[in-house]
Nanobody, 126 residues
Framework: HVQLVESGGGSVQAGGSLRLSCAAS????????MGWFRQAPGKEREGVAG??????????YFADSVKSRFTISHDNAKNTLYLQMDSLRPEDTAIYYC??????????????????WGQGTQVTVS
């Protein structure tokens, strides 16, 4: 049973930074997909970024609006996923969810690769 626990959300002014963390446990795969999704008020959940935790794995940014501002990374030793968010904008305000899923067929995780979800953490940019 996979458990994902997010932390690091909060309130920040536009142009500021936040780092989200997600501690993962209980996965039977040695390498797997992990990612970040977000849901803004009144909008559907959207993928932000994904990473395949294998040493051969790669990173995908699902949302064009976060490219060059957000960085996803994973610490294999700590089984922890991170999302460094810089140059935050009010439109980044959302609940951010950590997600995990089985390994992809290639090096990259697609937006539909995820089947387990954390409880979410609120990010508010004003």
């Amino acid at each position: 049973h996979v458990q994902l626990v997010e932390s690091g959300g909060g309130s920040v002014q536009a142009g500021g930074s936040l780092r989200l963390s997600c501690a993962a446990s209980g996965y039977t795969y040695s390498s797997y997909c992990m990612g970040w999704f977000r849901q803004a008020p009144g909008k559907e959940r959207e993928g932000v970024a994904g990473i395949y935790t294998s040493t051969q794995g790669g990173v995908t940014y699902f949302a064009d609006s976060v490219k060059s501002r957000f960085t996803i990374s994973h610490d294999n030793a700590k089984n922890t996923l991170y999302l460094q968010m810089d140059s935050l904008r009010p439109e980044d305000t959302a609940i951010y969810y950590c997600a995990a899923g089985p390994p992809p067929f290639g090096r990259l995780c697609g937006v539909n690769n995820f089947s387990a979800w954390g409880q979410g953490t609120q990010v508010t940019v004003s």
